[in-house]
Structures are given as C-alpha cells and as structure tokens.
C-alpha cells in the first residue's frame, strides 16, 4: 500500500467529517434557540439538568466504549452550554482576578461562552447574585484537606441567595514566575488555601522565602508578572493569561486533594434525579437536640452528605449548623423531612436543592 497515496485520501475524509460535524452544530444551535422562543412562550425554565442528564447517558450508552468517555462528555458539556447559552448568555461572577481556580471551576461548569466578571471577594460574588446583577456565582466552599471555606459559609448567613450546582474538582499547584528560575523567586504569594496546601514542599524546598497570602492565586500571578523576584502558587490557566512560566509542577502536599465549588444563583434548579439538598439550621438550646435532628434523618433512610457548623456572629457559643442531604427537596421523604425540621428548629432555612457533582475534574482546581 503506497502511504503517500493514502494518507491524503484519509485526511479528505477526515475534512468531510469535520465540515459535516460543523453544519449539525450549526442545526443543533438553531434548534436550541427555537426551544428558547418555545420555553419563553410557557413561562418554563431555561435549564433542565434532568434532560442534560438523560443526553449524557444516551450518549454514553451508544458510545458503547468506543470514544473515550471523559473526552466525549468534556465535548459534548461544551456543545450543551453553549446551545443553552444561546437562550440566553448567563453572566457569572467568580473571585477574581482572570484566571483564578474558581474562574476555571466556572468555566468547567458554564462553558467558554459565559460572560464571566471577576469580583474582589467571596462577599462580592454573594452580593452580586443577590442583587441580581449577574445570574450566577462560583465560589469554593470545601477543600478535602484544608475543610471549610468559612468566608463562603458565613456569606450564606448574610446574603439571600440560592445553591443551583456543584462542581468537584483535583487540585494540582504550580509554583510559576517570569523566569522560570528558582533562584530569582525571593517571596511566594497565594490565597490562603494553596499556601496551607503546599506549606510542606515550601518548608522543604523554599526554607528561608517568606510566603504572602493574597485574597486570590489571580493577584499572586498578576503579582509574580510585575515583579521578577515574585513567585506564585497558580493554575495552569494563569500561565498563558499572565505570560509566566513554570519553576515546579505539583507542589501540592497531598495527592487526591479537591476543592468543592457552588453555584449560587436566585433560583434553584428542577430536580434532576442526581441531587443533593443543602439547609441551614439552628437548634433550640437544649441536651440532645443535634442527635434528635440526626435521628429523624436516619430514621426515613436519607443519607447525610455532609454536616458543618459556624458560630453566629451576634451570640457567642451559638452555633448554626450546615446539612447536605442526598436527594431533591420535591422528593418526599427529603420534603417531609425537612418540614419536620421547620418545626422543631430554631432556625431553618432551605439553601437550595442542585444536581450534585459526582465526578472529579482530573485538571484540577481550588480556591
């Protein structure tokens, strides 16, 4: 078989493919937006996570193991957003500068094709979404080895907003700066959790440089490009956006270290059959009360994701607890429940019931 004469031919095809890849995406984009003008028409929703969820699963069942599977739903979430987008643009406030971990969770989550704005503060984002000036935030809520990002946590006491989504997602710390050069590095600036994340490798390999902690690794990067003897801890995404260049790769502590993102918005999703339910709750002041809130869980069978507690502000020694529940709040054992805690809490508010993320990104992420 003559190579020379069958590669062209191959890659002909391969063309032919691309161009007809290319005019059914075209054709699904205009059946999107038709679904919009329809959707606008009954007053229904924009996003429906149970249908994106049932597309995924179609696909992946007639994909019968052929293409890669994390490459196939990376593919097709981004052919899906932007369709969704072309309904209407979400715009979507995250901790900023450009090219912050969160910047790229909402970006994982929403597509290229948001409108994304970078706020100064977790409390910023909180305020925007409530205020209505942008449809959805991103902010980090847990890390699997740091815990709770308490500046999120507190946010929910403050602001009205709702959760709407999830994102999971493996951490991998850069050390960068403009040279590239180790040497040159005479202070290593982060925000707070990737400094706490890497302080073991800084204490082995950088004894005698002093680390800055800055309200976001976006800052550290802008900070490491303006001035040559800053080091950064940073994504990969700052990288290409600040022009700096890689010292280390993986100078996390731990392997298999994750940071949880949420998406706030004003609205809660419909339920989506994958689900998880997140409420605030304070308890009457009396012995047993937390054990009588975990008994009435266990005993309608609902799995406990997740429980955290933050003193109030206004009390000493009060303390309101977070809950992640696995389910939706139209299920009705999540319902009855919670209607039960609405009677014997001091406090309960319903934070939002989202389509959970079950899946870590392999390309890593964090505060």
Known sequence: MDEKLDIPKVRQRIDQIDDTILELLKERLECAKTIGLLKNETNRAKWDPQRELEIYD??????????????????FHEIITTCRLSQRKATVAYLGPEATFTHLAGVKYFGQSADYQPMESIAEVFEEVEKERVQYGIVPVENSIEGA???????????????CGEIQLAITHNLVCRSG???????????????????????KHLPK?????????GAAAQMAANNPNVGAIASSLA???????????????YQGNTTRFLVIGRKSPKKSGRDKTSILIGLINRPGALNEILTILSAKNIDLAKIESRPTKDKQWKYLFFLDMIGH???????????????????????????RADDVDLNGASA
């Open 209 to 217: 440089i002093p680390t800055l902690e800055v309200f976001s690794t």
């Open 181 to 203: 050069n180790i040497e040159d590095i005479q202070t290593v600036a982060s925000h707070s959790q990737p400094l706490a994340q890497c302080r073991q490798w800084l204490r």
């Open 239 to 253: 990288i290409a956006t600040y022009g700096l260049q890689v010292v280390v790769r993986g100078i996390e502590d």
């Open 149 to 163: 990002v308490t500046y999120s946590l507190d946010a929910f006491l403050r602001y009205k907003v709702q959760i």
């Open 329 to 355: 709040i139209e299920d009705p054992v999540i319902y009855e429940a919670c209607n039960i805690l609405k009677q014997i809490c001091a406090y309960y508010e319903l934070l939002g019931s989202y389509p």
């Open 58 to 75: 179609r696909l992946r069942s007639k994909n019968n193991g052929i293409f890669p599977y994390k490459a196939l739903h990376s593919i």
